[in-house]
């Protein structure tokens, strides 16, 4: 059964710093993973989705990686802004349409 | 329209209640998914529907929970005799294709339940 990890499970930093986002799974046989931006009280947004096939993806100042042989993935945020404070959630997808998700990193950016 | 939609956005109901919970897809998606997010987690998969038929019910926890998509666009979550232990977030997806391809699922806000 495939399992998603994400650490830490919140994190604190100044505005400005670097950071990185740790994602783990279970089963490297997965056909594409995804990192999701969740706001309190709203839905998902879709940041990066990186195939099966790929390693990165960048978008903006972020950046996610995939080492499916390793069963790991991160997101790196550059320049960190307050408003980037959310959940960051990992999902594996896992069979053509299953998505299993991670519990999420609690990200807060201080101003 | 411009995004997948769901309605009511909060729901309180009452221990044994009935409740149905609703899905707007976006215009043309044929997959349609219903998640469940408890408190602290992350969502979890109920059911997915590719036009009218549901194409994998398996993380429906028990018959107390149905969905339906009768003409492959609005959808609807039922729940039967609520308990508590249902108060979450529940979040539906469409997608155009199938995620496995590179296509991704757009969320709607979700409708946040409590069970009393």
């Known amino acids: 059964k495939q399992e998603v990890t994400q650490i830490p499970a919140a994190l604190s930093v100044p505005e400005g710093e670097n950071l990185v986002l740790n994602c783990s799974f279970t089963?490297?046989?997965?056909?594409?993973l995804q990192w999701f931006r969740q706001d309190p009280g709203k839905g998902l947004t879709s940041l990066l989705l990186?195939?099966?096939?790929?390693r990165e993806q960048t978008s903006g100042r972020l950046n996610a990686s995939l080492d499916k042989s390793s069963g790991r993935s991160t997101l790196y945020i550059a320049a960190s802004q307050p408003g980037d404070s959310a959940t960051y959630l990992c999902?594996?997808?896992?069979?053509?349409?299953?998505?299993?998700f991670g519990t999420g990193t609690r990200l807060k950016v201080l101003a | 329209g411009a995004g997948v939609s769901q309605t009511p956005s909060n729901k309180v109901t009452e221990k044994g209640k009935y409740v149905e919970l609703r899905c707007d897809p976006i215009?043309?998606?044929?997959?349609l998914y219903w998640y469940r997010q408890s408190l602290g987690q992350g969502p979890e998969f109920l059911i997915y529907?590719?036009?009218?038929?549901?194409?994998?019910d398996s993380g429906l926890p028990n018959d107390r929970f149905f969905a339906v998509r009768p003409e492959g666009s609005v959808s609807t979550l039922k729940i039967q005799r609520t308990e508590r232990g249902d108060s979450a977030v529940y979040l539906c997806a469409s997608s155009q294709g199938v995620p496995g391809a590179g296509e991704t699922q757009y969320f709607g806000p979700g409708t946040r339940l409590l069970v009393l």
């Open positions: 529907f590719q036009g009218t038929g549901a194409a994998d």
């Open positions: 215009s043309g998606h044929t997959a």
């Open positions: 999902a594996v997808i896992s069979g053509t349409y299953k998505y299993i």
């Open positions: 089963d490297s046989a997965i056909y594409n």
């Open positions: 990186i195939q099966s096939s790929q």
